[in-house]
Nanobody, 116 residues
């Protein structure tokens, strides 16, 4: 069973930065796509950023130019660097992995709160 463990969330002031990490229990290159999603209270879970095994990246319009997705294959870890954070970025952030066989796996989520 694949495990994804997120970390790095917390409370930050507007304009600040955080880096989220998602540690996978197996090689991240065994996944077709990995990504970050977020869910604010009362809202649906939406894509923030994703990266394919071929390194193609997709970003939500609301985070383009502020967030960067990356990975470290040696550590089997996916990252999300978040800069210029805004209160509307407040949400629980989830890591997702999609295998070649189209099985999907989710982490437990990490809370990000942007507030003065």
């Amino acid at each position: 069973q694949v495990q994804l463990v997120e970390s790095g969330g917390g409370l930050v002031q507007p304009g600040g930065s955080l880096r989220l990490s998602c540690a996978a229990s197996r090689s991240i290159f065994s996944f077709n796509t990995m990504g970050w999603y977020r869910q604010a209270p009362g809202k649906q879970r939406d894509l923030v950023a994703s990266i394919t095994s071929a390194a193609n990246q997709v970003y939500a319009d609301s985070v383009k130019g502020r967030f960067t997705i990356s990975r470290d294959s040696a550590k089997n870890t996916l990252y999300l660097q978040m800069n210029s954070l805004k209160p509307e970025d407040t949400a629980v952030y989830y890591c997702r992995a999609l295998s070649v066989g189209l099985n999907q796996y989710w982490g437990q989520g990490t809370q990000v709160t942007v507030s003065p």
